[in-house]
Structure formats: structure tokens, C-alpha cells
């Protein structure tokens, strides 16, 4: 699992994009902020769907924005559902069960959850912005 940090979303997406077609492999992106919800659960079931669509097409599991999911109650708002602890864990268990590459996004690498940080392979900081 690899983590892409840094201010930029659209400078984050091309160095995610620009992997992928070096290793010859396609992305399937999930947008965490919008499966964040306020019914319990939801984000789960969708990802899992992710998940068995990037490992049949052995392709690459982009979940962009993961500190909207993995982050501390106060990185998110207050009405957005942040998973349980039971959540968290079956989350992170895939993950690190996921047969293909996974990389996430996040702005600043301290909103995502330490147990995710513990999976975590590299960290690539990307600075400036995406028209720089």
C-alpha cells in the first residue's frame, strides 16, 4: 500500500494515474468522500465491491481522499459517518489482505487512521500544485 500526500488533488491523481500506466495496470478509483455517508455500513459494502473489482482485473485500488474514511472524528464533519471500530478493522483486514497494489490519497498523511499508517508501505509527498 502506497500513500500519496499532499495539497494538490488533481497533482495527487496524475502521480496515482502516471504509476498505474508505468506498471501497465488500470485504476479502480473510489472517491472516499463520496461514499462517506450517514448510514453505517454503507461505505463498507461499496468498497468491498472495489475491492473484488480491482482483484479480478488485477488492476490497482485507488481510494482517493482516504481521510474522509480513515481519519480522526475531527478531521471529518460532523454529520458524516466515520466507521466503527468494527468497521475500521474489517476495512483495514481487506486492505491488507487485497492482492493487488493499493493507493491511497490524503492531503496531509496525520488525518489517516495510525492502524491504516501500520499497513503502509511508502509514502510519497507531493508538493506544489498541479499547474506548477
Known amino acids: 500500500m502506497v500513500v500519496l500526500e499532499g495539497p494538490d488533488s488533481a ?4 502521480a496515482a494515474y502516471h504509476l498505474a500506466q508505468q506498471l501497465g495496470k488500470s485504476i479502480y478509483r473510489i472517491r472516499l468522500d463520496e461514499l462517506v ?5 454503507d461505505a463498507g459494502k461499496h468498497l468491498a465491491a472495489a475491492f473484488d473489482g480491482a ?5 490497482i485500488l485507488l481510494i ?3 481521510d ?16 466503527s471500530r468494527r468497521e475500521l478493522t474489517g476495512i483495514l483486514g481487506r486492505l491488507r489482505k487485497h492482492s493487488c497494489a493499493s493507493i491511497l490519497t490524503a ?3 496525520r488525518t489517516i487512521h ?10 510519497l509527498k507531493l508538493g ?3 499547474a506548477s
Open 37 to 41: 455517508s450517514r448510514s453505517p455500513g
Open 64 to 66: 482517493d481522499g482516504a
Open 114 to 123: 495510525p492502524s491504516i499508517l501500520d499497513a503502509v508501505r511508502a509514502i
Open 107 to 109: 492531503s496531509h498523511i
Open 11 to 14: 497533482l495527487r491523481m496524475r
Open 68 to 83: 474522509a474514511l480513515f481519519g480522526p472524528s475531527d478531521a471529518a464533519s460532523s454529520t458524516a459517518h466515520l466507521p
Open 128 to 130: 506544489g500544485t498541479a
Open 55 to 59: 482483484e479480478a482485473a488485477h488492476g
